[in-house]
């Protein structure tokens, strides 16, 4: 497809999208407990999914049509902006989360530890417009990003101003990714254009980073940033401590940021890998994100409630996880077999712990390798072997492995691709529907991945044979 009918099929799947959000997007004081039937069969229902699925397949085609063939940078920077300009002005897709930021932010500016208290303490003003199941659960996030939530809150003191502040926020954020990426990049030696076009470019941007304004997009955004000085500045101090703001920054939003820390050390060297090397140059990094983390940790006036929030996680049941999914179809088969059990703690739990060994694999892998795209590959990992799975979670490998990866690039596009269809506009996830056929399909796939990993680890240690 030419360049340029592919930005405006991928513009008119923004414009369909936007429609979709102002016909039955995730609007306040709506009904909180959807199915995809009752929305089928409610107002304008056809309509509302019609036009959704028409604008996110255009939407992706459109970015899919030029994954490996972006004309140049400032091309994919002008049709990416083209491409966000109509989410811009809807109400939110895909998502009631922003009706969450702004109630935890009321409880804290209201003097209530949202990492001790639900928002329902409050009772924030807005009560009605979030999910049931986020109303008495504390904080997910990070202090720096209650502060954030906080200072909207007061600065506005509206539920529209704050959903406004909060898309200006993601806009930020994503626009420092657009800043820092090329560089990264470059740096990488992958083209700047096609890192652009893929961490950005993808229809789970628009929807659920500048639509949805998720608070990923601030958290991508200081990421790519913090490695893209580390890439650029190795072996020196200064640029290495501010790196590792940058990326404590990150973590102060949502924790999960902190994993391409030791990753981001490694880069930091100058030179060959040694323990001296590491803590001299890979200590100023890890020593500014410690350092940033726990300040604003304490400048919140919040002790580490933010670690054990992490666990609300676990209260979402949904195929999406490949390790939810594996739990749901290891209980269908027992029933078949007339044993009831609970089998979804069991492998959680399981890749929890194949989590941690592979983390620290890839740490010590990367020693000798490309230490970002480790990096990448560790926010892959860590996204696909938590207990939930989001749309929006993929962004966050998804800009690391766009700018880093020199190595074929369609996995990581596909997941982003696959994951632009699974919440319909309302926020309504698809896979709590439909489990019996979802949760089998998954642990399918799981076993094809490991198996085709195994079988290529044994091609590569084969000897090659010489004539």
């Known amino acids: 497809m030419p360049h340029h009918l592919s930005r405006w099929l991928g513009l008119a799947g923004s414009v369909l999208l936007a429609a979709a959000a102002y016909l039955g997007g995730a609007l306040p004081h709506a009904d909180l407990r959807p199915t995809p039937v009752s929305i089928w069969q409610g107002p304008n229902g056809p309509l509302i999914i019609g036009v959704w699925l028409a604008g996110t397949a255009l939407l992706s085609w459109a970015w899919w049509s030029l994954r490996d063939r972006v004309p140049s940078t400032r091309w994919a920077l002008v049709t990416v902006g083209l491409w966000l300009l109509p989410l811009l002005f809807t109400p939110p ?119 949805g304004a998720h608070n990923d997009a601030m958290m991508v955004g200081l990421l790519v940033a913090g490695l893209a000085v580390v890439a650029a500045r190795p072996g020196r101090a200064g640029p290495l401590l501010a790196s590792g703001v940058l990326l404590g920054l990150a973590g102060g ?97 399981i890749g929890m712990a194949v989590l941690a060994i592979l983390l620290v694999w890839l740490w010590w892998r990367a020693r000798t390798r490309d230490p970002l795209w480790h990096a990448g590959l560790a926010l892959a990992a860590t996204v696909a072997l938590a207990p939930l799975y989001h749309p929006w979670y993929w962004t966050w490998p998804l800009a690391v492995l766009a700018a880093t990866s020199r190595r074929r690039t369609g996995w990581f596009a596909a997941v982003a691709l696959a994951s632009a269809f699974l919440v319909l506009p309302d926020g309504t996830g698809l896979p709590r529907f439909t489990k019996a056929v979802g949760a089998p399909l998954m642990t399918l796939l799981v076993i094809v991945v490991v198996v085709r990993l195994v079988r290529s680890a044994r091609a590569a240690r084969r000897p090659v044979a010489v004539d």
């Open 253 to 349: 939003i949502k924790a999960t940021a902190l994993v391409v820390v030791p990753f981001a050390a490694l880069a930091a060297i100058a030179g060959g890998f040694s323990i001296r090397a590491l803590v001299r140059d890979g200590g100023w990094v890890v020593g500014g994100a410690v350092a940033t983390v726990v300040g604003a940790t304490f400048a919140a006036g919040l002790d580490f409630g933010w670690i054990s929030g992490l666990e609300q996680g676990n209260l979402v049941v949904a195929w999406s996880s490949p390790t939810t999914g594996i739990g749901q179809t290891v209980d269908y088969l027992g029933r078949l077999f007339g044993w009831h059990s609970d089998a979804l703690p069991v492998t959680r739990a």
């Open 93 to 211: 897709l895909g998502s009631r989360d922003v009706y969450a930021y702004a109630c935890q932010g009321a409880s804290y500016a209201a003097g209530i530890n949202p990492y001790e208290q639900g928002v329902s303490a409050l009772p924030c003003p807005w009560l009605d417009s979030i999910s049931y199941i986020w109303r008495d659960t504390p904080a997910p996030y990070g202090p720096l990003f209650v502060m954030i939530a906080g200072a909207v809150v007061r600065a506005t003191g509206s539920l529209v101003g704050s959903i406004v502040l909060f898309r200006l926020l993601a806009v930020a954020g994503m626009g420092l990714a657009a800043a820092c990426l090329p560089v990264l990049a470059r740096r990488c030696g992958v083209p700047a254009g096609r890192a652009v076009w893929l961490a950005l470019g993808g229809p789970v941007i628009g929807v659920h980073l500048i639509s």
